[in-house]
Each structure stands twice: as structure tokens, then as C-alpha cells.
């Protein structure tokens, strides 16, 4: 009898630590705001254009099977609207992230929203910047002023950490 309980005990010990194990899976998924709407050359701090909000609704409809714990932008406009379909779809507000220190915001990341997934909308200088800082080496060319359709998936699993980038929305058509 008493090897039967220590052999029960040593099961449900086995299938919780491989529950939490695969629980803590964090997926962070990386992208540049969307398209902004220059038309005012005034505005400082211009909103999305149509485009930019077509990738935005592009971006929440990907995301929308992920289980998103938390959506960040910075403070401008552009990022701002770039995450709110992704958050307004998962019932998260998005959070403003101060940007001039990356690492320590990815740590904070990692440690608040161990085994779900997080939306970050960064500003074009700090996309590769903000992939470096969860880990991984880009080896990527730094992106252009048009590039707005990348999305860096950075899967961050105990000590191991991958990359996958794929694109969204639609692809801007190159005219010569």
C-alpha cells in the first residue's frame, strides 16, 4: 500500500512539473507601429492612416488565437493605435513602455507574463533593438522607413530562446 501512494505521489509530482514546464512558454511578438498618416505635416504625433489601420486590424486578427496576456507601445499615437485591436480582442489595455531602457524592460516582460504571449509596438530605431534585448542576435539588416509588415516572434523557453520572423498585412508594392 505504502508503494502504491509513493508511486501516486511521484505521478502527480511528474504530470504538475510538466504542466508548469509547458506553461512557461513566453511568446513576444515584436512589431514596428503601423503606417501613419502624413497628410498634416503639422502633427507632431500623426494617427494611423487607412493602411496603418488596415495592419493594425490585420495584426489583432493574427494575434487573435494567442493567448495575450499584455499589450505595450510607446507613447506615441502611431504605437498606440498599432496595439489597441490586439488588446481590445484579448480584454488588455495597452501599456505605455518607456524605451531608452530596453533590457530591463524585457526582464520585467519575461517575469510578469511567464507562459502567455505579449504584444510589443515599437518605433522603427528600436525594433531590432527590442529583439536583442529578449536574447536574441538579429542578423538582419536594420529596417527601412517603409518596412511595416515585419513580425518577430522571440520564444523564450527556461534558457532557450528563438526567433521567427514572418510578415503581416499587406506588402507595400515597390514603383520604379
Known amino acids: 500500500m505504502n508503494k502504491h501512494r509513493i508511486f501516486t505521489f511521484i505521478l502527480v509530482l511528474t504530470v504538475l512539473a510538466t504542466a508548469f ?29 487607412i493602411d496603418g489601420q488596415d495592419r ?14 499584455a499589450a505595450y507601445a510607446t507613447n506615441s499615437k502611431s504605437s498606440k493605435l498599432t496595439a489597441e485591436p ?21 526582464s520585467t516582460v519575461l517575469r510578469q507574463h511567464t507562459g502567455g504571449a505579449v504584444l510589443i509596438v515599437a518605433d ?23 518596412d511595416y509588415n515585419y513580425l518577430f516572434a522571440v520564444t523564450v523557453n527556461g534558457d532557450s530562446t528563438q526567433l521567427m520572423i514572418t510578415q503581416y498585412g499587406k506588402l507595400k508594392k515597390t514603383v520604379k
Request: glycine content about 4%.
Open 21 to 49: 514546464s509547458s506553461q512557461a512558454q513566453t511568446t513576444v511578438y515584436i512589431v514596428r507601429h503601423a503606417e501613419k498618416n502624413m497628410k498634416d505635416p503639422a502633427s507632431a504625433d500623426p494617427a494611423l492612416s
Open 86 to 106: 490586439s488588446a481590445y480582442g484579448h480584454g488588455v489595455k495597452v501599456q505605455v513602455y518607456d524605451p531608452t531602457d530596453l533590457a530591463e524592460f524585457a
Open 56 to 69: 493594425a486590424r490585420d495584426l489583432a486578427t493574427l494575434l487573435q488565437p494567442k493567448r495575450l496576456l
Open 124 to 146: 522603427l530605431n528600436n525594433v531590432l533593438n527590442m529583439v536583442e534585448a529578449f536574447g536574441i542576435k538579429s542578423t538582419m539588416p536594420p529596417l527601412n522607413a517603409d
